[in-house]
């Protein structure tokens, strides 16, 4: 009889386990839920580790070097190389109308 309780014992508490470890991995599942449309677009757009890597590291950097929060760190990236982006556009089309005038 004790043979049999020992058994018993040793299978709740293996059961007990097993409860618990699926209940760990549904509570990551749920937290991964919230991430899977992101990893979802990210590669839809085909971005590598690499380029990810490569945005972190920049966001990190201007975070730390001006001392901003992350998210603050992220939009300032994007706005700063929106801005790059009219820059470069409106020296071309200024050597463009540069080139037409002296052209005519």
Do not use: G, W
């Not at 508490?13 to 990893?39: D, G, N, Q, T, V």
């Amino acid at each position: 009889m004790l043979k049999i309780t020992c058994y018993l014992q040793r299978d709740a508490i293996l059961f007990l386990e097993a409860l618990i470890i699926i209940i760990i991995i549904a509570m990551r599942l749920e937290e991964y839920k919230k991430i899977l449309p992101l990893a979802q677009k990210i590669v839809a757009m085909n971005i590598d580790i690499s380029e990810l890597s490569a945005l972190d590291t920049a966001v990190n950097e201007l975070a730390h070097f001006h001392r901003l929060p992350l998210s603050v760190a992220a939009f300032r990236l994007f706005s700063d190389l929106r801005d790059y982006n009219k820059k470069v556009h409106l020296k071309e089309e200024l050597s463009a109308l540069y080139l037409k005038k002296f052209r005519n």
